[in-house]
C-alpha cells in the first residue's frame, strides 16, 4: 500500500488484510472494517511507540478514554476527542506511509 485511498479500496473489497501488510497498517485495516476486536489482537503485538498510538486510537473508539489517554500517554501523543477519530486514523496512516 502506498496511499491512503489504497487501503480504504481494500477495505471496501477485501474480506482479509492484504499479505505483507504489516501489523501496524493490519490493525487500522481491521479498524476501518469495524472489525475492532481483530484490531485490538494485532495492536497489542506492536511494543512500539506507534503500536501505543494505534492501541490508543482503538481504545478511543472502544470509548474508554481512560485507557486510551495511557496508551497515548506512552505513544507520546497529545489525547484526542472521540469526534476526532476518523482525522486520527488518516494521520497513523499517513505517518506509516511517509515512513516507508
Not at 21 to 34: N, Q
Not at 86 to 91: A, I
Amino acid at each position: 500500500m502506498n496511499t491512503v485511498e489504497e487501503l480504504l479500496v481494500s477495505v471496501a473489497n477485501d474480506a482479509e488484510p492484504p499479505e505483507g501488510l504489516g501489523l501496524e497498517l493490519s490493525a487500522l485495516w481491521w479498524t476501518k472494517k469495524d472489525r475492532w476486536d481483530e484490531a485490538h489482537d494485532v495492536a497489542q503485538d506492536i511494543d512500539t511507540p506507534l503500536g501505543s498510538w494505534i492501541h490508543a486510537l482503538l481504545h478511543t473508539i472502544e470509548g474508554d478514554l481512560g485507557n486510551a489517554a495511557y496508551w497515548y500517554n506512552r505513544a507520546g501523543r497529545q489525547e484526542i476527542d472521540p469526534e476526532q477519530i476518523e482525522v486520527e486514523w488518516d494521520s497513523i496512516v499517513e505517518f506509516i506511509l511517509q515512513g516507508k
